[in-house]
Each structure stands twice: as structure tokens, then as C-alpha cells.
């Protein structure tokens, strides 16, 4: 069983993957928005994170580059989560640190791969 943070300001999108995740067995922890993650990452020290890309006041890249500047929690794994899912969108995740990028819609079987 993983720790996992589950990062979109839509309600449905968290829970959709929190479905998906929990029903794998895996904790979930959920953030609704960049600076929550940034709190949730510090203080649960999650195993994974799916981050979502476009988010008010603080973007998934925004909040990737920060946990990625910070000691504490530049190891933990993100997977961005995002119907933006251009080329550029994925060398810049990929740029920032990101494990892997997931586009919406998507299977349940594409989130577990990336928890394995």
C-alpha cells in the first residue's frame, strides 16, 4: 500500500481517482489546490503525487517546481494529470521533475501503472 496525494481543484477528478486508488488498496490524501498540495507534501510526506495541471491561483507546474526546490519533498514522484496535454505541455513537466504525464480522460490502468 502507497501514500497517495491526489491534486485537482475539480471534486469530481479527486474523487474519481481517489476511486481508482483506493479500490487498488493505496491511502489517498487529496488537495484541491497547489498550496494545499505544497501543505499536504510537507506534512504527510506522500509516496506519490498526481497533480493537476490547470489550477487557479497556483498552477501543477508551479506548485511541481516548488516541491522540487525544497529538500523535504523534491523525492517524492509527481505524475501530472491533465486534459492540457500538448507536446510542449509534456517536455515542460518533464522538464520540471515529473515521473510522467497522464492526459484526461484515462483508464484506471494508466493511473496504476504509475504507482507500481
Known sequence: MKR???VDDAQL????LQ???S???????LAASGEQALEQARSARPDLIFMDVNM??????????RLKSEPGTSAIPVVFVSGKSQKAD???GTMLGARGYVAKPYSPEQILAHVA
Open 13 to 16: 477528478d479527486r474523487e474519481q
Open 4 to 6: 497517495v496525494l491526489v
Open 19 to 21: 476511486r481508482i486508488l
Open 56 to 65: 487557479p491561483d497556483m498552477d501543477g507546474f508551479a506548485a511541481t517546481r
Open 23 to 29: 479500490g487498488a488498496g493505496h491511502q489517498v490524501l
Open 90 to 92: 509534456i517536455a515542460w
